[in-house]
């Protein structure tokens, strides 16, 4: 097993950095670590931690092309992407592991045919986030014809479907932020965080999700969200006091290295759900 690199779009499209017939091969990356800016204060012969932050990182190498064709669709798929990820597999010994990092393109060169008959521009990426993975958990009641498969287990001791519940320890650097969606007719849904045990924080919505509605929550730094779909597609937003409590904490994460319950509550069943945990890391 070799690591792998490739840019991911907003619309899940792909450009892999390990195809140099077809698309093109990075080599020499750089940036894939991490790095703190410090300031001390001396007190005497001793020097104290005054300022301490994680400095922005760069990803950047050599994009090594066959043609110039390669060149110029590395470069469209660039410029007609809205968001690029950078995505890394990592071949650890228990098996491979996928984490992305949100960039924006800085530079890439344009020099002259080699003399080996391969294209080689340095390419820089800005990077946005830290590395992270995705963990996704689908519960859906409705008939399928194949077999549904999740990665985490849905506590089953519910004999009625308007609570659920999904066990999670964050073993990232920082919390970890949440996307939820819930599909309506669900009546006032509420999200309940459990830390250790023990009762930690409660979101409660007084809604009516008609079918074919949905939930819309995130709690994630860039894209904090809480909305309706409506039938047609549009979105509303639903902070307004008709709906939450502002006396409650609308942002869900969940602690480093802690046993944690997320649940989702309702009046009425939920059928259709779906949960989305980041876990971020500073290095990987």
């Not at 690199?5 to 091969?25: A, D, P, R, T, W």
């Not at 730094?221 to 609308?250: A, M, S, V």
């Not at 319950?261 to 500073?282: C, E, R, S």
Request: charged share 30%.
């Amino acid at each position: 097993m070799v690591r792998e690199f490739k840019l991911v779009n907003e619309k899940g499209q792909e450009y892999s950095l390990m195809n140099i017939h077809n698309y093109c091969l990075l080599t020499d990356p750089n940036g894939l670590g991490y790095s703190y800016s410090t300031e001390y204060e001396q007190l005497g012969n001793t020097f104290t931690t005054n300022l301490r932050k994680l400095e922005q990182s760069q990803i950047s190498g050599t994009a090594n092309f066959l043609s110039y064709d390669n060149y110029r669709n590395l470069i469209d798929f660039i410029e007609k992407s809205e968001e690029l990820r950078f995505a890394y597999k990592i071949p650890f010994k228990d098996g491979s592991k996928e984490f992305f990092k949100d960039v924006n393109i800085q530079s890439i060169t344009k020099t002259q045919k080699q003399t080996d008959g391969i294209i080689k521009e340095t390419i820089t990426f800005d990077c946005l986030s830290l590395w992270y993975e995705e963990n996704t958990t689908i519960y859906n009641m409705k008939h399928q014809e194949n077999e549904i498969r999740w990665d985490f287990k849905w506590d089953s001791s519910f004999k009625d479907y308007n609570n659920r519940k999904l066990d999670f320890i964050n073993n990232g650097h920082v919390e970890a932020p949440i996307i939820i969606e819930i599909d309506g007719p669900v009546t006032n849904p509420s999200f309940e965080l459990d830390v250790e045990g023990e009762e930690y924080q409660t979101f409660n919505l007084n809604l009516e999700l008609e079918e074919y509605e949905k939930l819309l929550y995130s709690s994630r730094e860039n894209e904090f969200y809480l909305q309706k779909q409506k039938t047609d597609g549009t979105l509303e937003d639903l902070f307004n006091l008709d709906i939450i409590t502002f006396e409650e904490d609308p942002v869900i994460r969940l602690p480093k290295n802690k046993s944690c319950t997320l649940k989702l509550k309702a009046d009425t069943d939920i059928l259709n759900a779906k949960v989305t945990i980041f876990v971020f890391y500073k290095a990987i």
